[in-house]
C-alpha cells in the first residue's frame, strides 16, 4: 500500500503549528515521512533518546520503571524493593504482566509491592539504616527467596545514600546476593536507561555467579522476552520443538539461577533488543557467545526466524524446524484465511516503547492490515533503522509523540485501529475509534509464536468489528445542536 508522502509531510507540519516557535522546531525533528529511498537504506532523520519537552504530556516513563518494571521485577524468586517513597512501587504494582509460574508470596514476588517507603526522617537523616532493617525482615518474611534487589527512586541518589555499601555489608551477613540498582527516575530521559542500568546491574552483581551441572551443543538463552500474558511460554515451546535447550529466560518467568548460569549458553536468542542489547554484547565480548535478533509475532516473521535461527545449528535442528513449520503452517493459514478477510486494509497506527512498533507490523499485514504510522517512546537511531525498511512508502514514523499529536493524526489520517498503551486507550474510545493495548495485550495474550497469533487475530477482529463502534457513532449523530457529549 502506497501512503501519500507529500500530503502526509503537510499534515505533520500542519498539526505541528498549535505548537509555539521553539516547541514546534524541536518536534519537527521527531518526524519522518518514510520515502523509498530511506527504506533502501534504513537512514533515519528521526531524533530520539533526547529529553521530552515539558509540559506536553509525553507517554514516557523513567529510569526506574525500565529497571524495576521491566528487566528486574520479573525475576520472580528474588524479592525486589522499590526504595524511596511509596508512590513508584504502589504504581507499578501488579501492572505489567509479566507472568511468573510459583506460588504469591512463597517463592515467587513479582506481583507484590516491597518498599522502604520514605518518611521525611528519611530524606533528612539518609534511608540507609532502614534498608538493612527491611532486608533482615525480607529474609524473615520470605525464606524461600533467593536474593534481593534495590531498585532506587528518584530521593536516594539525591540525598546522598551509599546502597551499595549496605548491600555489599548486607549480602554478607544474609548470606545472599543483594543488587544494588541506581535507577533513580531523574536519570536519562525515559525508561531507557532504566534497562542500561538494569543490564549493567546483572553484569556487575550475578553474572557468571553459577554453573551449569550440564551443557550441550543445543544449550541457548531467551534474552529481553518478559512473558507478557506467556508470550515467553509460547516462543519457548517451539525452541523445544526445534530441539534446542533453554537454560535462562530473561527476564519474564526468570529466576536468578537463569541470571547466574546464561553465560554457559551456546548462542543467545534476543527478542526485545532495546532493554538488553548490552547484555548480548557484554556475553558476547566476555564469553564469546554469539547472539541474534528474532521476531515471533506472527507466523511470517516466526517462519523467518525460526530458520534464521536452526541455520546456525545442525542438519538435526534444520531437519525439525522444517518438520515443524510443515505441521503449523496450515493452522496458521487457517487463521489468516478467517480473518484476513475481516480486517484487510484496516489503518493502523502504533506507538509502543522500544521494540513492538516494529516487531507487531509483520502480525498486522499477515492480516492484510496496513500500517499508516508508527512511533516509540523510547527507541533509539539503531531501532528506528531497523523499523524503515519495515514501512511503506509514506508511512509517518514518530518518535516521543505527544498526546495531542497522537489524537490529531488518528482523526486527520482516519485510523481504523490504534495500538498504544493505557493512558490512551480510553481517550479514543471516547472517539469512537478502536483501540488495542499492545503493552498489556489488553489483559489477554500470548500473542507471540504460533499459538499467540491465533489469540492476536482474534482480539484484532474483535476490536475492530465489535457493533459498539457504530453505537458510539450513532449517539454523537442524535445529540440535538448545541448539546455536548
Ligand atoms: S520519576 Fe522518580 S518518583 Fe517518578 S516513578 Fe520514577 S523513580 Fe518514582
Given at each position: 500500500?502506497g501512503?501519500?508522502?507529500?500530503a502526509n509531510?503537510?499534515?505533520v507540519?500542519?498539526i505541528l503549528?498549535?505548537?509555539p516557535?521553539k516547541?514546534?522546531?524541536d518536534?519537527?525533528k521527531h518526524?519522518?515521512?518514510?520515502?523509498?529511498?530511506?527504506?533502501?537504506?534504513?537512514t533515519?532523520a528521526?531524533?530520539?533518546n533526547i529529553?521530552s519537552r515539558?509540559?506536553?504530556?509525553?507517554?514516557?516513563g523513567?529510569?526506574?520503571a525500565?529497571s524495576?518494571g521491566?528487566?528486574?521485577?520479573?525475576?520472580?524468586d528474588m524479592?525486589?524493593?522499590?526504595h524511596?517513597?511509596?508512590?513508584c512501587?504502589q504504581?507499578?504494582?501488579g501492572?505489567?504482566r509479566?507472568f511468573?509460574n510459583?506460588?504469591?508470596?512463597?517463592?515467587n514476588?513479582?506481583?507484590m509491592?516491597?518498599t522502604s517507603?520514605?518518611?521525611?526522617t528519611?530524606?533528612?537523616?539518609?534511608?540507609?539504616?532502614?534498608?538493612e532493617?527491611?532486608?533482615r525482615?525480607?529474609?524473615?518474611m520470605f525464606?524461600?527467596?533467593?536474593?534481593?534487589?534495590?531498585?532506587?527512586?528518584c530521593?536516594?541518589g539525591?540525598i546522598g545514600d551509599?546502597?551499595?555499601?549496605v548491600s555489599k555489608?548486607?549480602?554478607?551477613?544474609l548470606?545472599?546476593p543483594i543488587v544494588?540498582v541506581r535507577?533513580?527516575?531523574?536519570?536519562?530521559?525515559?525508561?531507557?536507561l532504566?534497562?542500561?542500568?538494569?543490564?549493567?546491574?546483572?553484569r556487575d552483581?550475578?553474572m557468571?555467579r553459577?554453573?551449569l551441572?550440564?551443557?550441550?551443543p543445543?544449550?541457548?538463552?531467551i534474552?529481553?522476552?518478559y512473558n507478557?500474558g506467556?508470550d515467553?511460554?509460547?516462543s519457548?515451546i517451539?525452541?523445544?520443538?526445534?530441539?534446542?535447550?533453554?537454560?535462562?529466560q530473561?527476564?519474564?518467568?526468570?529466576?536468578?539461577?537463569?541470571?547466574?548460569?546464561?553465560?554457559?549458553?551456546?548462542l543467545n536468542?534476543?527478542?526485545?533488543h532495546?532493554s538488553m542489547?548490552?547484555m548480548v554484547?557484554h556475553?558476547?565480548?566476555?564469553?564469546?557467545i554469539?547472539?541474534i535478533?528474532?521476531?515471533f509475532?506472527?507466523?511470517?516473521?516466526t517462519?523467518?526466524s525460526?530458520r534464521?535461527?536452526?541455520?546456525l545449528?545442525?542438519e538435526?535442528?534444520?531437519?525439525?524446524?522444517?518438520?515443524?513449520?510443515?505441521?503449523h503452517k496450515p493452522?496458521?493459514?487457517?487463521?489468516?484465511n478467517?480473518f484476513?478477510?475481516r480486517?484487510e486494509?484496516?489503518k493502523v497506527?502504533?506507538m509502543?516503547?522500544?521494540?513492538?512498533s516494529?516487531?507487531t507490523?509483520?502480525?498486522?499485514e499477515?492480516l492484510g492490515m496496513?500500517i499508516?504510522a508508527?512511533g516509540?517512546e523510547f527507541?533509539?537511531k539503531?531501532d528506528?533503522?531497523?523499523?524503515l525498511?519495515?514501512?511503506?512508502?509514506?508511512t509517518i514514523?514518530m518518535?516521543d509523540?505527544?498526546?495531542?499529536?497522537?489524537e490529531e493524526?488518528?482523526q486527520?489520517?482516519?485510523?481504523?485501529?490504534v495500538g498504544?498503551?493505557?493512558?490512551?486507550k480510553y481517550?479514543y474510545?471516547k472517539?469512537g475509534?478502536?483501540?488495542?493495548q499492545?503493552?498489556s495485550?489488553d489483559?489477554?495474550?500470548p500473542?507471540h509464536g504460533?499459538d499467540?497469533f491465533?489469540?492476536?487475530a482474534?482480539?484484532?477482529d474483535m476490536?475492530?468489528?465489535?457493533p459498539v463502534w457504530?453505537?458510539v457513532?450513532?449517539k454523537?449523530?442524535?445529540?440535538?445542536e448545541?448539546?455536548s457529549?
Open positions: 500500500m501512503l501519500d508522502i507529500e509531510k503537510e499534515l507540519e500542519e503549528e498549535a505548537y516557535v516547541a514546534r522546531k518536534r519537527q518526524f519522518q515521512v518514510s520515502t523509498q529511498e530511506a527504506i533502501d537504506c534504513g533515519c528521526v531524533k530520539s529529553k515539558p509540559g506536553v504530556m509525553t507517554p514516557r523513567c529510569a526506574y525500565g524495576k521491566v528487566v528486574w521485577g520479573p525475576i520472580k524479592v525486589h524493593i522499590s524511596g517513597p511509596v508512590g512501587g504504581y507499578s504494582w501492572t505489567r509479566n511468573a510459583g506460588t504469591l508470596g512463597i517463592d514476588f513479582t506481583a509491592q516491597v517507603d520514605f518518611q521525611e528519611d530524606i533528612v537523616f539518609g534511608g540507609d539504616k532502614k534498608l532493617v527491611i532486608m525482615e525480607i529474609t524473615e525464606p524461600l527467596a533467593k536474593g534481593i534487589s534495590v531498585q532506587s527512586e530521593p536516594v539525591l551509599d546502597i551499595e555499601a555489608k548486607m549480602s554478607k551477613e548470606d545472599m544494588p535507577c533513580e527516575g531523574f536519570r536519562g530521559v525515559s525508561q531507557s532504566g534497562h542500561h542500568i538494569a543490564n549493567d546491574a546483572i552483581f550475578v557468571g553459577a554453573e551441572a550440564e551443557t550441550g543445543y544449550d541457548v538463552n534474552i529481553g522476552d507478557i506467556g515467553a511460554w509460547a519457548r517451539l525452541l523445544e520443538e526445534m530441539g534446542l535447550r533453554i537454560i535462562a530473561w527476564s519474564g518467568d526468570g529466576s536468578l539461577n537463569e541470571l547466574e548460569v546464561a553465560h554457559k549458553a551456546k536468542l534476543i527478542h526485545c532495546r542489547n548490552y554484547d556475553m558476547e565480548k566476555a564469553y564469546g554469539p547472539w535478533e528474532y521476531n509475532f506472527g507466523p511470517t516473521k517462519y523467518e525460526l534464521a535461527i536452526a541455520a545449528f545442525d538435526t535442528i534444520q531437519e525439525n524446524c522444517e518438520k515443524m513449520i510443515a505441521k493452522v496458521m493459514d487457517a487463521i489468516i478467517k484476513k478477510p480486517l486494509n484496516k497506527m502504533l509502543i516503547g522500544g521494540l513492538r516494529r516487531h507490523i509483520g502480525a498486522y499477515d496496513d499508516v508508527s516509540y527507541a533509539h539503531d528506528y533503522e531497523k523499523m525498511p519495515m514501512l511503506n512508502e509514506g514514523v518518535d509523540p505527544t498526546a495531542y499529536e497522537l493524526l488518528t486527520r489520517l482516519g485510523v481504523d485501529l498504544s498503551g493505557v493512558k490512551e481517550v474510545h472517539m475509534v478502536p483501540f488495542r499492545m503493552h495485550w489483559y489477554s495474550g500473542y504460533f499467540g491465533k489469540v492476536f482474534k482480539d484484532m476490536t475492530v468489528n465489535s457504530n453505537l457513532n450513532k454523537e449523530k442524535i445529540q440535538p448545541g448539546a457529549i
